[in-house]
């Protein structure tokens, strides 16, 4: 991703009304650390319906955190996100790496979407995505 670009998700819901999300990514600072919101875009204007922070380094992107309001989850944004930060880290040559509880019901969409567990903890796993 590119510092200060707005990345369609192409996620569609809804009976009548569809929606779609958006990534905006304000300005990267120099170390690399880029900051991510995730917007909803509908007629009444731009509604905020989660957040990712990503450091970025030349091979290895650190999701730091991801989080979705609890009345969007269930709707993909989390996966999209998560699968278009995949597709850009791999455009650039990167792993992707994270953290989450153990009692975390996110972790079955991190191995859904091929992240593998390289360290644990009692309170937390560490997990990272290959390139391939």
Known sequence: MN???TLDLGIRFGCTT????RIRTPCCT???QCSLKISQLSKSGNAAVGYV???KNESDW???QIHV????RCRG????TLKRIQVDARVAGADVSLSVFRNNRAYSLYERLGFVMYQATE???QLRWNRG
């Open 18 to 21: 569809p929606n779609s999300f």
């Open 30 to 32: 120099g170390g690399g």
């Open 123 to 125: 309170l937390e796993l």
């Open 3 to 5: 510092s200060c670009e």
């Open 69 to 72: 309001v609890p009345q969007m």
């Open 77 to 80: 944004i989390g996966t999209h």
């Open 53 to 55: 922070a990503v450091d």
């Open 62 to 64: 650190r999701v730091h």
